[in-house]
């Protein structure tokens, strides 16, 4: 198996992880340019029978957040609780295996019809136990490998704290996840909120923010003399919560200048995330993708306020300028920063794999492209809302467009996920050297 066939210096449970989650994002692209061919091609759908492009969209979502966005967090578990190699490196395979059959079965529950009917909680009858079985396997896992570090390396005090912490966070995860899918729990449109405020956009971006602090802590090692541009980073998450705490959870319109201006706070993030990336010791090979990510961060940043702000939400709600926002996030930011991880979990001598100037340019151009062109669309939609539905040479020239960078974009996944192949061949020819760090 591909996921075996990794070399002598890189952890197995990470490279497990790594190759199934590039395998799920070259599943996910190859959906997504399948549905782009739908989207210029209608009458295509007449070949699909029963599957067709509202089913497959689903798969196309889900295998992006619960296969790609998910599966290198496992790589970054295993690393943090000292999972990845050892005598446990063959239950992490088998986790990993485990969470991917749950994600197959749920992709074939969404293709039969079935779905909550809710965004990224579509798991419904067998497939949703069979995730939220394979979630707690994975924290039973865990915990199991926790105590495998006391017993061998006798963790104590805040490094014992934080990840017992961490432990007892993600216990919640299941729980959760199962009663949000029930279609019982709360109403799939809500009626008693009028859309997004200021507060709700700055408290999930506060968990994005969250997440951004804490991974360094798990992967790399603090400069010295950086000690204050750690203090500010998380001294200003505090801030934010207490303010995010304030405005409260009322339903109030965007024009309300505090719920706009709360959420230009966010801004201060621009330079305060690679400032705090710079306080920590990385890989050598990880500076693209550190550098893209940051990039994606700030674009995401500055369009996310924009799009808040009164008279412009106004006319591109619906329309496909929050299409563009939303694969910035996904496909930009997030991804960059997952491939940025999964490059300093890696060994020197295999990332190589994620590193390569044509599928880093492929990748990052057609992203990038895409984002334009949805953001185009954007507009003559906000001017004519009929854009979209009713079929012109615009909308075609753009929709084929776009099926280039979704073209693009496969060729990056597939190229990433054909290497990983020959990441045992590669390092039997490479010669060991020490890891290669940032001059500070």
Known sequence: MASERIAADTSRGTASAVWHALAWLAVGNSIGVMLAILLLVPSLNLWLGEWTYGRWMMVH?????????SLPMLAFLFHVYGAGSGRMAHWCRALVWLWSAALFVGCLSWLSGNSSGKLFLDWTGFARVFFIAALLALWGFLVLALFEQLRGQGLRGAALALKAAGLLALLAVPAALYVASSSTGY???????????????????????????????????????????????WGALAAEALLCVMLGRADVSHHIPAQWLSLASLLLWIPAVPAYYGA?????????????????WGGLV???????????????????ALVAHSLMAMAGFLSAFLLFVMTQLLSES?????????????????????????????????VNPAFTVMPGPMRELIYFLRLLTGLAMLFASLDWWAAAFSLSGHAARAVREPMEVEVA
């Open 61 to 69: 979502m889900n295998t992006a957040l619960f296969g790609w966005a």
């Open 187 to 233: 109403p799939h449109v809500n009626p008693d909120t009028g859309g997004p405020t200021g507060q709700s956009q700055l408290e999930s971006s506060l968990g994005v923010v969250a997440l951004l602090l804490v991974v360094p802590l798990g992967i790399a090692e603090r400069r010295v003399r950086c000690r204050g541009v750690f203090l500010f980073a």
């Open 280 to 296: 920590f010791v990385w890989k050598a090979s990880t500076a693209r993708w550190r550098l893209a990510f940051q990039w994606w």
């Open 302 to 320: 500055v369009t996310g306020w924009v799009l808040f702000l009164p008279g412009v939400l106004d006319r591109v709600k619906f329309t496909d």
């Open 350 to 382: 295999d990332a190589w794999v994620l590193t390569r100037t044509g599928s880093f340019v492929a990748w990052n151009g057609g992203v990038l492209a895409y984002v334009v062109l949805m953001f185009v669309a954007g507009g003559f939609e906000a």
